[in-house]
């Protein structure tokens, strides 16, 4: 039976401008190409783990995917699918409260001003955030933005689901609750996922894919522990999973 794409890469190039400070022209500034020709093909249901080191590419390639910004060259065919991205502070309005951004992220997912509400305390419930929900997001620690991405990708659940490290961040009870309940979404197999993480032992567990990043371009991609011991080879790190 064929497998059913849910996203397709064709030839993705992301460049960044970034000002020369080095420069005495006042408007110098230096081309960056992050992802430089990236193509592969995700089915549906599918667990892709993105591995590399830090300035590979890892998380522009997942911003671009989220439609956070557009590729400067190259295909992102989505299929239809609706993609929510599980990140840092990516979205988040930082004068507005969570309770705030849980309807504002709502809105940009696509979702009805009814649905949200429906949802917004399940949400609010899940990320333990309290009475902080209603602070400003910029008086947030890195894990309690953490918890509020977590929180409302997790409940307006996505077709496409892109994690950029979001698990590594936070107190270990909220990282053992937030993982479980990625297991659950994952094992559903309604949903198609690609996770950036840098504790690949666990995506060798996890994915049945790996895409290996090197200098914005796929070095290798496919089957997660051989790909992973190469990496980690020459890396230098020993590491079990």
Same mark, same amino acid.
């Given at each position: 039976? +064929?497998? +059913?794409?849910?996203? $397709?890469?064709?030839?993705?190039?992301?460049? *960044?401008?970034?000002?020369?400070?080095?420069?005495?022209?006042?408007? #110098?500034?230096?081309? /960056?190409?992050?992802?430089? @020709? /990236? #193509?592969?093909?995700?089915?549906?249901?599918?667990?892709?783990? /993105?591995? @590399?080191?830090?300035?590979?590419?890892?998380?522009?390639?997942?911003?671009?995917?989220? =439609?956070?910004?557009?590729?400067?060259?190259?295909?992102? %065919?989505?299929? %239809?699918?609706?993609?929510?991205? !599980? #990140?840092?502070?990516?979205?988040?309005?930082?004068?507005?409260?969570?309770?705030?951004?849980? !309807?504002?992220?709502?809105?940009?997912?696509?979702?009805?001003?009814?649905?949200?509400?429906?949802? $917004?305390?399940?949400?609010?419930?899940?990320?333990?955030?309290?009475?902080?929900?209603?602070?400003?997001?910029?008086? *947030?620690?890195?894990?309690?933005?953490?918890?509020?991405?977590? #929180?409302?990708?997790?409940?307006?659940?996505?077709?496409?689901?892109?994690?950029?490290? /979001?698990?590594?961040?936070?107190?270990?009870?909220?990282?053992?609750?937030?993982?479980?309940?990625?297991?659950?979404?994952?094992? %559903?197999?309604?949903? $198609?996922?690609?996770?950036?993480?840098?504790?690949?032992?666990?995506?060798?567990?996890?994915?049945?894919?790996? !895409?290996?990043?090197?200098?914005?371009?796929?070095?290798?991609? =496919? %089957?997660?522990?051989?790909?992973?011991?190469? *990496?980690? $080879?020459?890396?230098?790190?020993?590491?079990?999973?």
């Amino acid at each position: 039976m +064929e497998k +059913e794409v849910a996203l $397709t890469l064709q030839d993705v190039c992301v460049r *960044y401008l970034i000002k020369d400070s080095w420069s005495r022209k006042k408007r #110098s500034f230096d081309v /960056v190409e992050a992802v430089k @020709g /990236v #193509s592969a093909e995700i089915y549906n249901g599918e667990i892709v783990g /993105v591995i @590399g080191r830090n300035g590979s590419g890892k998380s522009t390639l997942l911003r671009a995917v989220a =439609g956070i910004f557009d590729a400067d060259e190259g295909v992102i %065919d989505r299929h %239809d699918h609706s993609v929510t991205l !599980m #990140s840092i502070g990516v979205g988040f309005h930082n004068d507005l409260s969570g309770r705030e951004n849980i !309807m504002l992220s709502g809105l940009l997912f696509g979702y009805g001003r009814k649905e949200i509400e429906d949802r $917004t305390d399940e949400i609010i419930e899940f990320s333990e955030l309290g009475d902080f929900i209603d602070y400003p997001v910029r008086t *947030y620690s890195s894990g309690m933005h953490s918890k509020l991405a977590f #929180s409302i990708s997790s409940v307006l659940e996505s077709d496409i689901i892109l994690v950029d490290e /979001v698990l590594g961040v936070g107190d270990q009870h909220f990282k053992k609750k937030s993982y479980a309940r990625l297991m659950e979404m994952i094992n %559903d197999k309604k949903h $198609t996922v690609l996770i950036v993480s840098h504790t690949v032992s666990r995506l060798a567990k996890l994915c049945d894919r790996i !895409m290996w990043l090197e200098n914005g371009k796929i070095r290798k991609i =496919g %089957d997660p522990k051989e790909i992973i011991q190469e *990496y980690l $080879t020459e890396e230098g790190i020993e590491e079990e999973f």
